[in-house]
């Protein structure tokens, strides 16, 4: 018999007056890979919060193992006083990693998200990009029970969020049930077994044909330089980029698909493929 990992039953939670929740009720199974969607300011950080403990609730009850582990990575991570190496020497020490261990993993990870240059830097001097990364090292040094996830992707670049995936897929191949923030579509369909929408005060569980595809334009070019340096630090907005020896292609908001357009053929590029 599948138990679930957390249940919420009918849960209310309120911000003064305002009401974020009222009397929801959710089963989360052991193994489950969860996609939360909505508007911003819905209810969906809230939601996360309260899986773990990190905020109280109105009424109702959250019922879990009071030794379940949590990992979390937060949509905006603090910029703190330290660097970021000894950031991540600290949380390796709390999770009681041994310093082979921590050596092994902080070396691999490091490499992974190109963050070797940057962990004798102060974390109050990264940009928002590079602390996400450091919040996603922090949160893959050990598994958890469950990996919390809030608006992931933010910040990263392409390559990142292609090795931050990559490793998120290993660990639900591994047993880690995975809830996750976010709004990519590419990122829903790639990660998600199940998916809920948060909206008007109650969670509802939706199906993948749901989410409208024309959320993200695709986009082609004919390859320009040898490497992508160029892409993925002057053009905002991009998402999923991959490239081969002819072509880089990448996902955009429908919304920014005019201007990124725009950008791409100033720059020189010539558009080969172009859906939404």
């Known amino acids: 018999m599948n138990i679930p990992i957390i249940k919420i039953k009918n849960l ?8 974020i929740f009222d009397d929801v009720s959710l089963d989360i199974m052991k193994g489950e ?11 969906k950080s809230t939601l996360i919060k309260i899986l773990c403990g990190l905020t109280s609730i ?6 879990r193992d009071k030794n379940l582990k949590f990992n ?13 190496g000894e950031y991540i020497k600290l949380i390796g020490e709390i999770e009681g990693i041994s310093k082979d261990d921590f050596a092994k993993k902080t070396n691999y990870l490091y490499k992974e998200f190109n963050l070797e240059n940057m962990i004798n830097t102060s974390m109050k001097n990264l940009s928002k ?11 893959l040094l050990s598994k958890p029970d469950i990996l919390l996830l809030d ?3 933010s910040g990263q670049d392409s390559d990142s969020q292609k090795t931050f ?23 829903i369909d790639q990660l998600s077994s199940r998916i809920l929408q948060v909206k008007d005060s109650k969670i509802l569980e939706i199906k993948r044909t749901d989410i409208s595809s024309d959320e993200y334009a695709s986009m082609t070019f004919y390859k320009k330089e040898a490497n992508k340096s160029f892409v993925t630090p002057n053009i905002k907005g991009i998402y999923d980029y991959h490239e081969n020896e002819d072509y880089i292609e990448f996902k955009t908001k429908v919304s920014e698909s005019n201007r990124v357009l725009a950008e791409m053929i100033n720059s020189g590029y010539t558009l080969k493929y172009f859906e939404r």
């Open 12 to 19: 209310v939670k309120k911000y003064d007056d305002r009401l």
């Open 165 to 187: 995936i990559r490793m998120v897929r290993e660990l639900i191949k591994d047993g880690v049930t995975v809830i996750m923030s976010c709004h990519e579509v590419f990122l």
């Open 151 to 153: 608006e992931p992707l």
């Open 33 to 43: 890979s969860i996609a939360l969607t909505g508007h911003n300011g819905m209810g």
């Open 58 to 63: 109105t009424s109702g009850e959250v019922i």
């Open 129 to 139: 990009g590079t602390l996400q990364k450091i919040s996603v090292v922090q949160a």
């Open 72 to 84: 979390y990575i937060p949509e905006n991570f603090s910029q703190l006083n330290i660097k970021a």
